[in-house]
Nanobody, 118 residues
């Protein structure tokens, strides 16, 4: 599975961005997809995930109520709608996919930079 993330950019605090992650290859094996982020000097952290064939989503507490993960199975694409952005949301955002129901993700895309100015 290959993943291509896009949609990052510079936005003012309170603004919105939508990230996209297009999957290709053996997508039929995927069980879930997710978004992670890594801020400068910090570890990579989980942001949100979605099951590929069921409407089951998970969110980090820090983004609940502000971010929404969704998918378009026909186009093998996952989205992350980010609203009410804060400077602390600034990070490189990565999409990931897994063939497994739980545990580590197997496939990773390149990151896309999100910068939120105050």
């Amino acid at each position: 599975v290959q993943l291509q993330a896009s949609g990052g950019g510079l936005v003012q605090a309170g603004g919105s961005l939508r990230l996209s992650c297009a999957a290709s290859g053996r997508t039929s094996s995927m069980d879930r997809m997710g978004w992670f982020r890594q801020a400068p000097g910090k570890d990579r952290e989980f942001v949100a995930s979605i099951k590929w064939t069921r409407t089951v989503t998970l969110y980090a507490d820090s983004v609940k109520g502000r971010f929404t993960i969704s998918r378009d199975n026909a186009n093998n694409t996952v989205y992350l709608q980010m609203n009410s952005l804060k400077p602390e949301d600034t990070a490189v955002y990565y999409c990931a996919a897994s063939d497994r129901k739980y545990g580590a993700y197997d496939y990773w895309g390149q990151g896309t930079q999100v910068t939120v100015s105050s």
